[in-house]
């Protein structure tokens, strides 16, 4: 195709180097600015927090510290609980470029360093990965050239990057959705070998991030692309052969037959769904006065009968095989479609024998890398199943959706969008309208996109020429209607659409209708769009030629640049603009004022200090912020409803205060949270793997100490320290190892004036800190809390001028804040030196607060903490977190035996003392090989596989 045309410099090689020099600087406009990433708040409410919280853990690591302590606190942020091995590829980087900026430029608040590093290193560096793939698959496709590389394609990201940069909901992985794409492409033209070896760590990589979602949202593409191009070239087949196993009419006829039976035997349990009728008559606009209400309830009855009062699980079994036979044979028609050579299949002996050549004709050097990836696959594959095993010996999960595979029956209980075709293009059209996340929306295309996409889709079907190619365009082309089909015009079709998309690719019931897929269609449109647009390019030169234009060619190249970069920059101000009213968005990253525990109290919620160490202490139980929200839009609150479950709490309360996720951030998840509250009314970040979800006792500290003996309380110990003096004070009691000297429930530190002056270190022109002694570095504000945990004020006079806790940003002059701008620092306003200078006999107070028999001095690492006890023999340990077989405790060294706490709360970690007096108590988690270095070893793993990948294509490019 267009090989007359070629020889113009218009349509000469691409320049992927180029493209990805524009690209980058395309989507540094689109995430900077204070309506964009830049000021947007990190709370997050779902799965997609993880492309923040790894490089967050990440930079934790590399510091010491550990505030995702516990295997659990990351497998419960996954639908089914093992995505605690959702660590992405680009987090080793974003995390060493943190560490570079910290260690050179230590005047920069760790919180807004954290922040703008993770903006300007994470998206970029995704946006060159996908930039690169698409050039590469456009390659492939035989549809990239100069143009389309260096002005098209670095567009396309931008224009179909919005979901990532707008919401951050999306699973990393998409970024290899083009890489997955180049490996199917690549199998499908019969370049076997360098197709496997590039799916192979693809699917590693993905697969290893996010199990589940991406199963959902990112495997069925290119898995559907293989199906849908197998089929096809399997019909084109000619002859009809009368064997078995290759009889096209046979196995079609099969396909059918096992599909009704499945339906015929679902329909049973369907009519036996409680209020089946009436969510019937609701979801498809009936009118009841139409219908013979109770002939239809009766028929109902008699229907639903076998399945109420005959073999129920029988009944399932059934259904299931016969949808799960019928999806086999669809996928077992396009691998004879893919091996087809006049549809003849070679013995298996012969097979096996060509493989083995195959791995003999290996290099040495081929073979060492091949032996190094498959390591590589099992430490990764290990790691997931401690953790799998662990939750399900340990936890309750939610397996639902695992169950609804190949189950029918299943259907009539989801929700299919109805999205009619005017509101569809209101979505793809205007920038105004962002409802990505709400109503099944869409996201913005524009007008010329979309026109380029239509002729590109002409020119698919009477220009391009070469079956192969023409077979895959199709094949995309079917998947994105068949997908399209499933979020849009009436529930009927997205049925129909669901089952069909569900016997292309079985996994499809693991999710809401592939809901998610929405956000991944507009990539398809790469190819049909680039082949537009190079057809109007081709006729432009030829109205040149036509017209005896009197440009020179530079002059030809340089209008067509200009003019289409003109285009593209108009277009980028729409898209900025559209992510700015983007769900994830409107939270801006401002100063709220709202009621925390019954006070009116300004504060900004959002992920902290990336290496606070930090370690609990109280639990909070209190109510979140009540916020006021200005600006929301409250009448269609019901278009937002989740689920029916707390839809009218929606309804009722949202009007007047933010919504949960709004005011949680992931840090206070992690760290304060997630491990105390009760079932909360949204679909939050976590899903709760203890054995009770509904919990109202919880106990108030973080380990609480219980004993049968009627007013024996545990003495509460008090020591004050000036502040120059506690350094030594404490250093002498690590070296004598002396464990009653580290004991104490309340520290009042006493900082002079000429302490503040002669140690406190700028921050910027605002902010300064003082350093705080070591051994209570793990200490850290929490404005939830407020002044149960740690208290701050000005002695003048005997009177006692509080300051304000807050957490990450400073409000007023009166605030101050330990640990999440500044680890191991309190700091405050510049107005509190001069104030000190100005009042030299006053004295700044410092008091740390800890339970009854818990210390304050505790200590800290990547794996495990140690707290300081004081108990008697026998008495009960609560400890709030999650019971687990992989948990640790050491009393005095020595090994605890700890067990199922059952009151008051159940599932918790429980245990009996082994000793009087104060004692060391260690908590670890993940003990087993190598757990201090496992999360680092799979993150190092999971990017060096990927830039062994990209190397190996960059290496190759020529082949391709």
């Known amino acids: 195709m267009f090989k007359s045309e070629s020889k113009s410099i218009l349509f000469s090689k691409e320049n992927i180097l180029i493209s990805l020099f524009v690209s980058t600087i395309f989507c540094l406009f689109i995430i900077s600015g204070e309506n964009s990433l830049e000021g947007l708040r990190f709370t997050k409410s779902h799965d997609g927090v993880m492309i923040q919280k790894t490089t967050f853990d990440l930079i934790n690591h590399f510091s010491g510290g550990n505030s995702s302590w516990s295997i659990f606190d990351l497998a419960s942020r996954s639908f089914i609980s093992f995505g605690g091995l959702s660590h992405n590829f680009v987090s080793i980087p974003t995390a060493f470029i943190y560490s570079i900026f910290h260690k050179f430029m230590p005047s920069i608040p760790e919180n807004i360093l954290y922040r703008k590093v993770f903006i300007f290193s994470f998206f970029p560096l995704l946006n060159l990965m996908m930039t690169f793939g698409y050039n590469i698959w456009l390659k492939i496709l035989k549809l990239n050239n100069l143009i389309v590389s260096v002005l098209l394609i670095p567009f396309l990201m931008t224009l179909f990057g919005n979901e990532i940069w707008g919401l951050l909901y999306t699973s990393p992985s998409i970024v290899l959705l083009p890489y997955l794409l180049i490996a199917t492409t690549f199998i499908l033209q019969k370049k076997i070998k360098i197709g496997i070896c590039l799916l192979i760590p693809t699917l590693a990589v993905s697969f290893s991030q996010i199990p589940l979602l991406f199963t959902a949202y990112i495997l069925p593409i290119p898995w559907m692309l293989f199906v849908i191009s197998g089929i096809l070239n399997y019909f084109k087949s000619k002859e009809v052969k009368s064997n078995f196993y290759l009889n096209k009419y046979l196995a079609f006829r099969t396909i059918i037959v096992s599909l009704f039976l499945s339906i015929i035997i679902s329909i049973p349990k369907i009519a036996s769904i409680p209020n089946f009728l009436n969510k019937t008559l609701i979801k498809y606009k009936i009118q009841e006065d139409s219908l013979n209400i109770s002939f239809i309830e009766k028929l109902l009855d008699i229907i639903s009968f076998p399945y109420v009062k ?38 298996h002996p012969k097979i096996i024998k060509g493989f083995l050549k195959t791995i003999k004709s290996i290099s040495f050097k081929n073979k060492t890398i091949l032996v190094l990836t498959i390591i590589s696959c099992l430490v990764l594959s290990i790691e997931i199943l401690y953790i799998v095993i662990d939750l399900k010996e340990n936890y309750v999960t939610d397996t639902n959706r695992l169950n609804d595979i190949f189950n029918i029956s299943e259907i009539p209980r989801r929700n299919f969008t109805k999205i009619n075709p005017l509101k569809f293009l209101n979505y793809i059209f205007n920038f105004k309208v962002n409802r990505l996340l709400n109503g099944g929306g869409f996201g913005y295309i524009g007008l010329i996109p979309f026109i380029l996409f239509l002729i590109g889709v002409k020119e698919t079907f009477f220009k391009v020429k070469e079956d192969l190619r023409k077979n895959i365009l199709i094949s995309l082309l079917t998947l994105l209607l068949i997908l399209f089909l499933l979020a849009i015009v009436h529930p009927a079709i997205g049925i129909i659409a669901f089952i069909i998309t569900s016997l292309l690719y079985p996994f499809s019931f693991l999710q809401n209708n592939l809901s998610m897929l929405n956000y991944q269609l507009d990539y398809l449109l790469i190819p049909f769009i680039s082949l537009g647009f190079t057809s109007l390019l081709i006729e432009l030169d030829k ?184 350094p030594n004070i404490i250093d002498n009691c690590t070296q004598n190892y002396s464990y009653d000297c580290l004991y104490m429930n309340k520290i009042s530190i006493n900082i002079t004036s000429n302490d503040l002056i002669k140690n406190y270190k700028k921050i910027n022109n605002q902010l300064v800190a003082l350093k705080l002694p070591r051994f209570i570095d793990h200490i850290a504000t929490n404005i939830f809390l407020d002044k149960k945990e740690v208290k701050l004020y000005i002695l003048n006079d005997q009177k006692k001028l509080f300051f304000d806790t807050s957490q990450g940003y400073l409000e007023t002059d009166s605030s101050y804040d330990i640990g999440n701008i500044k680890k191991n620092h309190i700091v405050f306003k510049q107005s509190i030196i001069d104030y000190f200078k100005a009042n030299s006999a006053n004295n700044l107070i410092l008091e740390i607060n800890s339970p009854n028999g818990v210390s304050i001095i505790r200590e800290v690492d990547a794996n495990k903490y140690t707290y300081y006890l004081n108990s008697n023999f026998n008495d009960r340990f609560l400890i709030t977190t999650p019971y687990s077989k992989q948990l640790n405790i050491k009393q005095n060294m020595v090994d605890i035996d700890f067990y199922k706490s059952n009151s008051p709360v159940k599932g918790l970690v429980e245990f009996n003392s082994k000793f009087n007096g104060i004692t060391k108590l260690d908590i670890s988690y993940k003990n087993h090989k190598n757990s201090n270095k496992s999360f680092l070893l799979i993150n190092s793993l999971i990017t060096l596989i990927t830039l062994l990948m990209i190397i190996g294509i960059i290496t190759n490019y020529n082949l391709f």
């Open 310 to 347: 005959g073999p129920s699980q029988l009944i399932d079994i059934f259904s299931i095989f016969f949808f799960g036979f019928a999806a086999f044979c669809i996928f077992y028609l396009a691998l004879l479609g893919f091996i087809r050579e006049d549809l003849k299949i070679q013995k």
């Open 543 to 726: 109205f040149f030629k036509t017209n005896k234009s009197n440009l020179s060619l530079a002059g030809k190249t340089i209008s067509i640049f200009l003019i289409s970069y003109i285009i593209s920059f108009y277009e980028l101000f729409k898209i900025k603009k559209f992510i700015s009213y983007g769900n994830a968005t409107y939270e801006k990253l401002k100063i709220d004022e709202g009621i925390i525990n019954g006070k009116n109290k300004k504060f900004l919620i959002d992920l902290q200090n990336p290496i606070l160490i930090t370690s609990p202490v109280f639990n909070y139980k209190g109510k979140l912020p009540t916020v006021p929200k200005k600006g929301f839009n409250y009448k269609n609150l019901e278009e937002y409803s989740m689920d029916n479950n707390w839809k009218n709490f929606r309804s009722k309360n949202l009007k007047n205060f933010g919504t949960k996720f709004t005011h949680t951030g992931d840090y206070y998840k992690t760290v304060f949270l997630s491990r105390y509250e009760s079932k909360p009314f949204i679909y939050e970040t976590r899903h709760k793997s203890i054995e009770e979800t509904e919990l109202k006792e919880w106990p108030l500290n973080f380990i609480s100490i219980k004993n049968d003996l009627k007013n024996q309380e545990i003495e509460k110990i008090s020591k004050k320290y000036n502040y120059s003096d506690l």
